[in-house]
């Protein structure tokens, strides 16, 4: 075989495996990017059931008389800074 085909072999083969390398790279690509939108969802949910729940207390810090007020507002807040919590440091 010439120094010119077994070259052109070699490339080949090469390419082969670059190319076998790359579906295997984009499988794992389109793995993290479905296990992250899955993560992601799951924080979302998150965050908006406690954005649902300090919307409940206050409503109900709202609603409240003056001699239940304090009580209500002490709940309230916890569900809020559970909410900042769940926003994490960008919210």
Known sequence: M???KSYEAKADAEFKEVQ??????????????AEGRKESERILQA??????EALHRFELLKR???DGWES????????????????????
């Open 2 to 4: 010439s120094t010119r």
């Open 20 to 33: 076998s390398e790359l579906s295997a790279l984009a499988t794992r690509a389109h793995k993290a990017v």
């Open 47 to 52: 965050a908006q059931s406690k954005h649902d």
């Open 64 to 66: 409240a008389g003056e």
């Open 72 to 91: 209500v507002k002490t709940t309230f807040e916890a569900a809020w800074s559970e909410l900042r919590l769940a926003l994490g440091p960008q919210g």
